[in-house]
């Protein structure tokens, strides 16, 4: 989710999803939208099940030691139902505006696997405080895309998201296919090694597509098709199609083919996948 009105209509928005079956609810880090860590305190104090997350952190924004701080106290106030979700940006834009330097890609990367192991090694001591609710902290989501940033998934994350988009030289998001995610997810595998039965995988779902929506959403697919993206929205993991009851058996498939277990979707889609959460339990 991203934004709201009002603390009453955010409380009323958190509690809506818990009602639909959601089991996380997840605060985007953008400048323009609320600041995720205060946002995600106000969701778990407004519900009694779902956990809260960051989804993601952007981190080059954030101290680590400082932020360790922050993490502690948010995982302490909600009862241990904060999972952490980092990421490394990608909107130079967002930098400029906040008058941050915009790191290169490969320090940005670097930026998340610092952090992680500086939550790590925090939470680790008995002496450092506040100490979080879990023993060791929160679970660590790390999501990404390429070869770099999913090593360090790999190596520090409790969940690892694939973007399902690779993003072009300008920060545009391109929707990959479904063989670009097999390679994405038998890479990670790869290099998890001994780890790949500890770690859940997530997909961030861009779209769900019901049948009177299908032929628009088609032909805005075809208009990015010069930019690599699949030209049939059927060869895209990230969108959902159809019926409530085909789209549950597309996240079946999902689950089967790259080990799938936990979806992510927009808030514009909330009600959609609300309808179809019922159908894969």
Known sequence: MFTTESRAAWIEKCRKAEGLGF??????????FLAPLPAMLLAAEATERVHVNSFVLNVPFYNPVLLAREVATVDVLSGGRLELGLGAGYVKAEFETAGIEFPSAGRRVSQVAEIAATLRRLYADPEYGPQPARAGGP???????GDRMLRVAAEHADVVGFTGAPTNDSGRLIAASAQDLDGRVEYVRGV??????????????????????????????????????PAR????????LGTPQEMAD?????????GITYFTVLEPNMDKLGAVIELVR
């Open 233 to 240: 929205l059927e060869d895209v993991p990230v969108m959902l």
């Open 139 to 145: 679970p660590l989501l790390i999501a990404g895309w």
């Open 192 to 229: 998890l090694g001994e780890r790949a039965q500890e770690v859940e995988f997530n997909l961030l779902l861009q779209g769900l597509v019901a049948p009177a929506e299908r032929a628009a959403a088609q032909e805005q697919l075809s208009s990015l098709a010069s930019e690599g993206a």
């Open 250 to 258: 597309q996240l079946h498939e999902h689950r089967k083919r790259y």
């Open 23 to 32: 089991d996380v609810i997840g605060v985007a880090d953008h400048l323009g």
